[in-house]
């Protein structure tokens, strides 16, 4: 896959707005949630989840939802993060911030799909990193919940063209980016990299982004880059695909990008890939629910 | 479920469909797939449960965790995980059992094995249902290859060798005659196509979809006449396994390995894995459901 991104993509790219409107309490929560679970202080995540109007909302419609199983939904903010914990709670954050960046009028695909596929692939290179020693857990889960990023740039700036793309993925059973690249002429990759360089996500989310199909000429973060290419082929054959049947066969194993992962995280060298596979498969059902209750009833595909 | 759910001891509350479980379940879970590779996932431990409940009755284990001692510390523990492993996979067939496999077959695995072999001029196909009960599963391929006669098998021959232990099972499989258990998951439309209906709510197979399968009584430890097996482009051996101790399933997979052609491919039982007991086998993926693969020989790694 070239780097090089046509002129007009990027022209078209370039009318996003400059800087999304993140709220302001995004970064100093991300710093609590990052920090060693023992040291977290649930106090402190309440209280600034509480600054957050849209974000409290969806914590308390989360903690209350039938899949927590509790008699009475939460009253307040503080019993929500206690009951949802942790890793939900980033995952409302991070999701409502990329639904707040990106007011996506025209789906191609369905939204729930879209984000069952990014938050899957977010805890797989999670799962796949923890217990790697020197991983970045955390770089690795923001990786995959952003790889897909030019999938929304296609919605938001190319909904015509985008379409058309999804349409023959789902008629000829292909993979999107073929289809992106045979009727586009570029896929989500390169309209994702133009945007994640315009805002200046970093190099190795920017390599993320635009080599996740293929690790070509990625350079700097080629160990990250095949957890993403991974994770991503795996979640597409277990449930957590862009809704449609892929024909073809994924082998991890054989797949070039397997030993440049394993290269870096030597721990994986010895995985039981089919255990992995079975226990992912667990998480599938907890991640739809999760999402449908992120994006409320409307949007439960 | 280890990918969502928060580390024991984070402040985070566990969902209610895992509040239920005793964690001696887990360790169930765990010992019966270092023994078999059969891995019973969060939605299936109810099963896990109920087996054990059934087989606690048996031996009058008072608790869970009194059996978990019967399973690893009795004398008689290799014989009781047998018996639980057979409780987990009791009752599990009937036609059109995995709908994830026979779409690997049709959608991926059949252009990918037609375009290969036309290549090598020849157009035949040979799938091999070892352990196959009562039929179930060999007709369901058979009724899956029919129904690409007018497509991808074009002026292709193919056949389904059917093998099992038991006599008894094979003359029923050889009868083709299902009731409404097992024809749970078969449509209307391969009813009328492939069955003829009888008295009550029984149908049977026609000779025409019969004609295409082959039952034999086959012992899959006997080594000499494993090495007739030959030739396969697929083998499915599902649930079969948890039936050997180590040393034999490691025989009889290695024998499947000889047994495929170069680019075939083995299935097990859906949330079945092969542990560690085959390095050649190479682990891939099709959308919903895992199989093991013997890469052709340019692929390296044979």
Redesign the interface.
Known sequence: MSTAISPNVRERVSRIEATPAIPAVLLPLLKILRMP?DQ?E?EAVARLVSYDHAIAAQCLRMAGSP???LSRPPKSIHAAV???????IESILLTSCMGLAFPVKSWSIDPGVFWRHSLGCA??CR?FSEGVAGADVERAYAAGLLHDLGILVNCLVFPGEFAVAVKRARQY?MPLDEAERTTMGFTHCESGQALAEQWGLGDSIVEVVTHHHDLGECVKSRGLVALVHLSD??C????L?YGY??????????DPAWKVLVAEYKQLENI????F???????V???RD?VSTILGPAAQA | MTILTPPAGSAAAAPNNAKVVDPVYLQIRDLVYKVSGIYQGQEKLYLLADGCARRCKVIGAQSAREYWDHLTAHPGRDGELRQLLNELTIGETCLFRSQAQLDALRKVILPELTADKTRQLTKRLRIWSAGCSTGEEPYTLAITLMEEKAGLLKDWQFEIVATDLNDRSVEIAKAGIYGDYALRNTTHYYKRKYFMPLEGTKFQVRPDVKKFVSFNRLNLLDDSKMLFMKGFDMILCCNVLIYFDGDSKGRVIAHYFNDLSFGGYLFLGTSESLLKLNEQFRLVHFPGTIAYWKPPLQSGKV
Not at chain 1, 82 to 88: A, C, E, P
Not at chain 1, 236 to 239: I, S, T
């Open positions: 679970a977290v649930m899949i927590f199983g206690m009951v949802l914990g942790l890793h939900r805890m797989v799962r059973q082929l795996l597409r054959m277990r449930g695909d049947y892929e024909r073809h066969k994924v082998d991890l194993l054989g039981d890939l089919a255990r596979t079975f226990e992912l498969d667990e998480a059902g907890e991640i999760l």
